[in-house]
């Protein structure tokens, strides 16, 4: 079982939907997590993060973390054609200073 | 803009040669990192380093060698390499006090014949 597993996809939304993205992970000392946004051909770069349970809102992007279900999801609002891109999960252990992440969920915003 | 530089982009080379990937940056990182990431594929941490002199295998098992003498710098050394080696080499950078938000350079792109 790999440590953090998302859905490769592709995921197409309609330009103005909502993209929908989970990320599960198998360890339950996960203490932090991040949604990394990487360009066809480019670095990966950072998004989001939460620590804590709940909804953490930032402009068009809304990530949300059960701990107790080992799930954090991500959600693109109003999606724009530049948001097609892979979308990377990333989790850290406690006390941690190493990311390890998913393989990512290609998301593909028609216009 | 993240200030991280890797060199050289693009290297094709034969199987047998040595290569060293460079890595530098001008934040003053302490923590460093190498990345291996296929295609379509996720990232692997090959090695990671917190510090001068400080440097440690990743969790995926790579026949490359990193060191770590001066903070700015992290260069990645093969030895000999082989077909199997042919992948994209990401070097990264963090804060000393982890944030999880780590700062990529553009990559290496190795191709081994």
């Known amino acids: 079982q790999k440590e953090v597993e998302q859905n490769s996809g592709p995921l197409s939304v309609p330009e103005g939907a909502i993209a929908s993205l989970n990320c599960t992970y198998s360890?339950?000392?996960?203490?932090?997590f991040f949604w990394y946004r990487q360009y066809s051909g480019k670095s990966p770069e950072l998004i989001m993060f939460?620590?804590?349970?709940g909804d953490k809102e930032d402009g068009r992007f809304t990530a949300q973390l059960n701990k107790a279900s080992q799930y954090v999801s991500l959600l693109i609002r109003d999606s724009q054609p530049s948001d097609s891109a892979t979308y990377l999960c990333?989790?850290?252990?406690?006390?941690?200073?190493?990311?390890?992440f998913g393989g990512g969920t290609r998301v593909l915003v028609k216009p | 803009e993240a200030d991280i530089y890797q060199t050289p982009r693009y290297l094709v080379i034969g199987t047998g040669k040595k290569i060293t990937l460079e890595c530098s940056q001008t934040m003053g990182h302490d923590k460093m990192y190498w990345y291996q990431q296929d295609p379509g594929m996720e990232l692997h941490l090959i090695h990671y380093?917190?510090?001068?002199?400080?440097?440690e295998k990743g969790d995926l098992s790579s026949e490359s060698t990193v060191s770590r003498i001066r903070t700015e710098h992290f260069p990645l050394t093969l030895e000999s390499a082989r077909p199997s080696h042919t992948s994209q080499y990401l070097c990264?950078?963090?804060?000393?006090?982890?944030?999880?938000?780590?700062?990529f350079g553009e990559g290496s792109r190795l191709t081994v014949l």
């Open positions: 939460i620590y804590s349970n």
């Open positions: 360890d339950r000392g996960s203490q932090s």
């Open positions: 380093s917190y510090g001068v002199n400080s440097t």
């Open positions: 990264a950078s963090s804060e000393s006090a982890f944030t999880g938000e780590l700062f």
């Open positions: 990333a989790v850290t252990k406690a006390a941690g200073n190493k990311l390890t």
